[in-house]
Structure formats: C-alpha cells, structure tokens
C-alpha cells in the first residue's frame, strides 16, 4: 500500500525543488564557465575596434597598369583588363588575424583549436603573435562572429576593397611595403631571416602608408570574400564589386569544386607574384600539411577551420547602412 494521499504532492513538490534547484547550479555553473570567454571575446573587439584603419571611399583603375614603356607588369591574363572602380568607404584590421585571436574564437564558439600538430612540420610556425592560417570558412566565421559580437557590419574584405587598401588608397603602388618597393631586411625579409617559410609575427616589418601591416608578407596569402573567375575583371561593375556569384573550376581536378580569391604574395618571391594588383584562388577547405592533398570540404564549426598550409586573413568594417 502506497503513502497516504495527501503525502504525494509534497514529495513530488520536494523532488521539482530539488530538480528546479540542480538545473539552476547547472545553468550558473555554464555561464560562470561562458562569462570569462565572451569578456575575452568582447575584449578582443575592443582593442581591434581601436586598430582599424579607415579608407575613405574613392574611385581606382583596378588591375595591373603597366609599365611607362606601356608593358604589363606581370604576364597573368587575370590582372587585366585594367578598369574602374568605385568604393564606398571602410575600415581594415591593420594586423592579419593572429593564433592567439583566433584560439579566443575558437574557444568561446566552441569549435576545435586550429593546427595543433603544425610544430611539427614548422617549428615555431604556431606562437600567439603570427597569423593564423585557416581554411576559408574559418576566416569568414571569425569576421562574422565579429560582427555578433560587436554590432558593427564585419565581413571579409572583397578582393576591390583588399587592392585599394594594398594601393593605400588606390595609389598605383607596385608593392604594399612602406615605400612601395622590396628593401630586403628592411620592409622585408631577406635570406637571413628566420625561422625559414614561416610568415613573420604581426607588426615585425613596418606598414603600408595607410598603416596596415603584412599586406605583403612573407610565404603568406590572404582571403577575400570573392569567388574565383579569371576573366572577371571583363564584366566586374564600377560599383563596389562583390565578385561573381559563382567560382571557376580547375580543370585537372574538377571533382575539387570553386576556388576563392586570394591575394598577397602568390608566387615564391616578390618579383614573381607579390604586385598588389596579383591574384591567385585558393579552395575553401584545408590541406594536409605533409601530403598537401585536399582532405575535404569543412563547412561547418563542428568540423573545424584547421588548414596548417593554408592563407591568413584580415577582416573589414563596412560602412554601416
């Protein structure tokens, strides 16, 4: 025989207590463990806040404009046609996104750290202060999450934006360095730089005129926004240009799908393919550092952003609307 009526609603409202009271130190236990990684997200976008670099809105020629003997500067046909450009205005990160920055992201949505095993292909590749290398899902997560965080209109940069801002402005500047020229050991690394292959940490050669950092970078590339096409500068719009809607598929191995844009240097020196005005395409998903064969796509946070042979990035503040 079971207790008396009357006694089961006060053990039953003892047990809801109890439940109501383990779920509540749950719940407070979850956003002690939380509140630390937003005050260091949110403390992130602050200091990034105070770094940005702003570029008034203006009109460019686009592409490689030649040499006064009227040659091209480079002989890729995706640099050319030159054309007209017209931005609104935008701030820039002056710093590429760094480890230590990307760990906080990582951290506080809860996805895998990025490139843990990269030490041992690339000693010291892996220090809080160098550019994080990461797929390009990871990148534009970042910005986005950014732009959560802050309330400002955060995103990737398009490739039109990543080239004014190379150009400082849209000058016709050959090279993102300080003075627009390669001085080795300088504004650039020379032969006795070291650790060898490894992009250089944020802020060790000086800026662009307009004050950002890296935009020519040792053994580095950069994401856009932008799909790839290499005949898109033929039918690109004047007017702030997205990129098109779609990306172009490598021959040889069309079952590897679109590629993105990426700029800075895309060759093995300078000379070869660091022009601001250079472009390349990268995919979107990472690759294995030892084989350098394409794994597969990684969309998702719960996949991961790792790419430990992968571009770095930057990310801008639109114009609010």
Request: net charge neutral; with cysteine.
């Amino acid at each position: 025989m079971g207790p008396p009526i009357q006694l089961i609603r006060p053990l039953l409202s003892t047990a809801a207590a109890a439940l109501t009271l383990t779920a509540c130190a749950q719940d407070a236990t979850v956003k002690a463990d939380a509140a630390p990684k937003m005050d260091a997200g949110r403390a992130m976008v602050e200091r990034i806040k105070t770094q940005l670099v702003h570029l008034p809105g203006g009109t460019f020629e686009m592409g490689d404009w030649g040499s006064e003997e009227g040659l091209p500067y480079d002989m890729e046909k995706d640099s050319k046609p030159l054309h007209k450009v017209t931005l609104d205005g935008f701030s820039m990160m002056a710093y590429k996104v760094t480890y230590e920055d990307f760990d906080t992201f990582t951290e506080a949505v809860g996805s895998p750290k990025i490139n843990t095993d990269i030490e041992r292909f690339k000693p010291g590749a892996r220090k809080p202060l160098r550019p994080a290398k990461v797929n390009w899902f990871g990148a534009k997560a970042f910005c986005q999450w950014l732009s959560r965080l802050s309330g400002l209109p955060f995103d990737l940069p398009t490739e039109a934006q990543w080239e004014y801002a190379a150009r400082s402005g849209g000058k016709k500047m050959l090279f993102a360095t300080d003075n627009g020229r390669i001085d080795e050991g300088r504004n650039y690394p020379d032969d006795d730089y070291k650790p060898r292959l490894i992009t250089p940490e944020i802020g060790e050669f000086p800026p662009n005129p307009a004050g950002l950092y890296g935009m020519l970078d040792y053994t580095a590339l950069e994401w856009v926004n932008d799909w790839y096409q290499p005949d898109y500068y033929k039918r690109s719009p004047v007017a702030n240009p997205p990129g098109p809607d779609e990306g172009a598929i490598f021959e040889r191995v069309p079952e590897l799908g679109a590629q993105r844009v990426v700029r800075g240097l895309t060759a093995s020196s300078p000379a070869f393919g660091g022009f601001t005005f250079s472009r390349s395409a990268r995919w979107p998903y990472a690759q294995d550092l030892s084989s350098w064969k394409v794994q597969r796509l990684l969309k998702s946070p719960s996949d991961g952003y790792s790419n430990p042979a992968g571009p770095q990035f930057r990310c801008v503040m639109n114009k609010p609307g």
